[in-house]
């Protein structure tokens, strides 16, 4: 015969046993909770502090006028670190390293020092190398096109090319895949610029603009043009400056990119004939 007293206590006892494992499994739940969230908080602090320690090597890199090594630093916050809080700041000063880099004579893997000979020309120099005559005197500090025998001279060997994007009204300039700077540009009204690969033909100072028929000379402030011209090998098509600025950013020229007058010039300087450019929609 079943003891009441004794079926009573062996319940309970069930129930408590049931209670006590409950709880730890819900203790056992709060500390895994709790643990993983203090991993990525954890995490989390040790990417901002790594970001925050390059950028800080970086920018004393820039002050001591270590332009390449803190470009190397700078360049790393950019690919590893999108989210750091000071990634604005950090690609702008990337573009201006870049461009000051590439204007200078600092010594880097894509700067050859050429001594020059007897029958050297700054067009010869160009040509041999694929660059332009403007950017060797720039870095080179040259006054006039006349080179001295003996003379070592700093010459850019890299393979620049330019990327349009028409949905963003940006132009990139690249080295080979590595960008350089990304400039704002104007693109052609319903559509009209056209998409596909070109090369640079021709590269012209002070641009006459023939429009239908009419020839409107360089200072005239009617010549939509601007200061630079850099021709596809396309006809009518090509990249130059312009007499309006406000409209840089917009899809409204005949079908040309249109950019800054500062900025087309910066980049006439080191663009030479023959270099690719990618426009897509």
């Known amino acids: 015969m079943f003891n009441l007293r004794n079926i009573i206590i062996g319940a309970v006892g069930i129930v408590l046993v049931v209670v006590i494992l409950v709880g730890v499994g819900r203790n056992k739940g709060s500390e895994n909770v709790v643990t993983v969230s203090a991993d990525d908080s954890t995490s989390s602090s040790q990417v901002d502090s790594t970001a925050q320690q390059l950028f800080e090597k970086a920018e004393s890199l820039k002050r001591d006028n270590n332009l390449v090594e803190a470009r190397t630093h700078f360049q790393e916050i950019s690919n590893d670190y999108p989210d750091f809080e000071n990634i604005e700041y950090i690609e702008k000063e990337l573009a201006k390293i870049n461009m000051k880099i590439i204007f200078s004579n600092t010594p880097t893997e894509k700067g050859i020092v050429h001594e020059v000979v007897s029958g050297d020309t700054l067009g010869k120099l160009a040509k041999k190398y694929g660059t332009t005559i403007e950017l060797i005197k720039i870095s080179n500090h040259l006054k006039s096109d006349v080179i ?25 300039l690249k080295d080979e895949d590595s960008v350089v700077k990304v400039y704002d540009v104007s693109t052609g009204k319903n559509n009209s610029t056209p998409v596909g690969e070109f090369k640079i033909t021709t590269r012209l100072i002070d ?7 009419a020839v409107v000379p360089a200072e005239s402030p009617q010549n939509v043009l601007g200061t630079r011209w850099l021709g596809f090998d396309i006809p009518g098509y090509g990249i130059h400056g312009t007499v309006e600025p406000g409209t840089i950013g917009q899809q409204v020229t005949a079908g040309c990119v249109r950019m800054k007058n500062e900025d087309v010039e910066e980049l006439y300087s080191i663009i030479p004939l023959k270099t690719k450019v990618v426009i897509t929609d």
């Open 207 to 213: 641009p006459v603009w023939f429009n239908q028929g």
């Open 148 to 172: 001295r025998l003996g003379a070592k001279l700093r010459i850019w060997t890299g393979t620049f090319n330019i990327y349009v994007d028409k949905s963003q009204n940006i132009l990139i």
